[in-house]
Each structure stands twice: as structure tokens, then as C-alpha cells.
């Protein structure tokens, strides 16, 4: 039988644990500008807190009126500005290892020395590795919140938005409508045509619907051929037209399968949120207005508010 040799083990050695409770107490108390920034950067993962941070380093050490972070992440823009630019501008590409984590650019109305250059330059090669980290917790992120198939927003993500919205209307009175669509007699395209053609009418759905709504605007999608469409600052007789509008670019989807054409029509049920409701029964309202637009013949638009009348 193999042996395996013990590990041979040291009596205490307090020099080193002073050594290292010393560079704890550095490590915290430092007043070195590079030693507090990469402390700040290492307490989270978030990338726009993480830019936040190092603003307001780099504001301590150089003066500057605008800083503006761009990066497209998870095929989503993503922008970070804060204060106004000046004529006077130094941009940066953040690589890393052959990745590249975004731009920055400061600027103001007197032009950077070289030291100040070189100062800037210091704090971004300290931050680098962080914004990196940030980047790809951003991607993992967003890949939990995103539809694999259409590439729009899931059910998590729209659990989300519709607490969000609830808080900010219940908070500052803004008003919020909730559109659920779904594809008419989607089964039948799958059991017609096969799943690969109503995947793809699913993708062009998406795609529709993201064209029909305004950029303010978000297209989830809810589950199977039901998609929903949160509706910032807008009441029930504009959610209306907007699911009618949303119906009309439905419509125009056409799918070639060679000897036939396959088409697709939806049906929408609109809610805006009322003062003081839960996400859950904001959802609730907009599915029975989506299942009375169904009970009509479907391919139609149907309120709660008025289902009852």
C-alpha cells in the first residue's frame, strides 16, 4: 500500500500573523488613493456602482466635468454619464487580456496636463480588473433574464419590472399599463408545420412587437406564444390603441414553408395598474381581459375595465 506522507506541521509563528493583521489594518486605513479605490471596486459586483466608484476617485486626484462610460453587453447597450462635457476631451479603450470591457472618456473646458493623463491612466489600470468582473456578473445576469429563443426578457425578468412599476406608481402616481398577447392557434402551427417554423414565428413575433412600442417601452415573453408589453406612463385608452397597433404587426408575419404561406394573428388584453395593487393581481386583471378577447373570436383587443359593461 501506497503511503502517503503527513503534512508537516509548524508550531505558531506570531511574527507572520502580525505581518498580517498590520497589512489588514493597511489594507482598510490606507490613504493611498490606489489602495482605497481597489478596496471600493472589490465590495461589489454591480458595474454602474463600480463606475460610480471610480468617478469619484478619479474626481479626487483630477478634476474634470464629464465622465461617460459606453459598452455593449449581452447585445444590450449599456451607458453611464455623469455631470456635462466640455471641449476638451481623453478617451479609453479597457481591454484586458485580448477582452474588451467598454470606453471611457472624461472630459472638461481646460485640457489635461500629462500628469494628469498618466493619473487617470494609473486609476484605470488599477480598476480594470474589477470593471472586467463586473462585465461578465452583467452577461451572467442578463442571460438569467433573457428568453434563450426570442432573445426579449422572460417571466423573471417581467416579475421584476411589474414589482418595480408597482412601487413607482404607488410612490410617485405614475401610471402603467400591462398588455398580454398571444398568438392565435399557435398549437396548430406546431402540430401543422413542425416546432422549427413556430420557433421561428416566435422570433419574428418578438421581433414585431418590439417594433410596434416605443423604446420606453418592454416586450417579455410571458410563456409558450404569450407575450406581455409593460407600458410606461400611459393610460388605458392609449394601451388600447397600442395593443390594436401591436395586433396590425402581428399580421403582416408571413412564413414561406413552399407550398403554403403561414400567417399568425393575436389577441390582447390590456390593465392599467390601479392605485395600491399587487403585481399579481395587475397580472391577473390583463390575463381575464386576454382570455374575454379570446372568448370574442380572438384576434381582437379587450380592457378589463370595460368587461363588465
Known amino acids: 500500500m501506497k503511503q502517503i506522507p503527513s503534512i508537516?506541521?509548524?508550531?505558531?509563528?506570531?511574527q507572520k500573523l502580525a505581518a498580517l493583521r498590520q497589512a489588514h489594518r493597511d489594507w482598510n486605513e490606507s490613504p493611498d488613493v490606489l489602495t482605497r479605490l481597489t478596496r471600493r471596486l472589490s465590495t461589489t459586483l454591480s458595474?454602474?456602482?463600480?463606475?460610480?466608484?471610480?468617478?469619484?476617485?478619479i474626481a479626487s486626484v483630477v478634476?474634470?466635468?464629464?465622465?461617460t462610460y459606453r459598452h455593449t453587453i449581452a447585445s444590450r447597450d449599456f451607458v453611464y454619464v455623469t455631470g456635462k462635457g466640455g471641449p476638451h476631451s481623453c478617451d479609453y479603450r479597457l481591454n484586458l487580456e485580448g477582452g474588451f470591457y467598454g470606453t471611457l472618456s472624461l472630459s472638461r473646458r481646460q485640457k489635461f496636463t500629462?500628469?494628469?493623463?498618466?493619473?487617470?491612466?494609473?486609476?484605470?489600470a488599477a480598476a480594470i480588473c474589477p470593471i472586467r468582473n463586473a462585465c461578465q456578473f452583467f452577461t451572467i445576469e442578463q442571460a438569467s433574464l433573457t428568453d434563450c429563443l426570442t432573445g426579449v426578457p422572460n417571466k423573471r425578468a417581467m416579475d421584476e419590472a411589474l414589482s418595480r412599476a408597482s412601487c413607482l406608481g404607488d410612490r410617485h402616481g405614475e401610471q402603467y399599463s400591462l398588455i398580454l398577447c398571444d398568438l392565435d392557434h399557435f398549437k396548430q402551427v406546431n402540430d401543422q408545420h413542425g416546432h422549427v417554423v413556430g420557433d421561428h414565428m416566435l422570433k419574428l413575433a418578438a421581433a414585431e412587437l418590439e417594433k410596434a412600442v416605443r423604446n420606453s417601452d418592454s416586450v417579455y415573453r410571458f410563456g409558450g406564444e404569450e407575450f406581455a408589453i409593460l407600458?410606461?406612463?400611459t393610460d388605458e385608452a392609449n394601451a388600447r390603441e397600442v395593443g390594436d397597433r401591436i395586433r396590425d404587426f402581428i399580421n403582416t408575419i408571413v412564413v414561406d414553408c413552399g407550398d403554403t404561406d403561414v400567417t399568425v394573428t393575436a389577441s390582447c388584453g390590456?390593465?392599467?395598474?390601479?392605485?395600491?395593487?399587487?403585481?399579481?393581481?395587475?397580472?391577473?386583471?390583463?390575463?381575464?381581459?386576454?382570455?374575454?378577447a379570446k372568448a370574442h373570436g380572438r384576434n381582437c383587443t379587450r380592457v378589463f375595465a370595460a368587461i363588465s359593461n
Open 63 to 67: 478634476p474634470y466635468d464629464c465622465l
Open 231 to 233: 407600458l410606461a406612463h
Open 114 to 124: 500629462e500628469q494628469e493623463l498618466e493619473g487617470i491612466e494609473l486609476m484605470l
Open 8 to 14: 508537516n506541521k509548524s508550531g505558531p509563528q506570531p
Open 270 to 292: 390590456v390593465a392599467m395598474r390601479l392605485a395600491d395593487e399587487t403585481a399579481d393581481q395587475w397580472l391577473a386583471r390583463a390575463d381575464e381581459a386576454l382570455y374575454q
Open 47 to 57: 458595474l454602474e456602482t463600480q463606475l460610480a466608484i471610480l468617478a469619484e476617485e
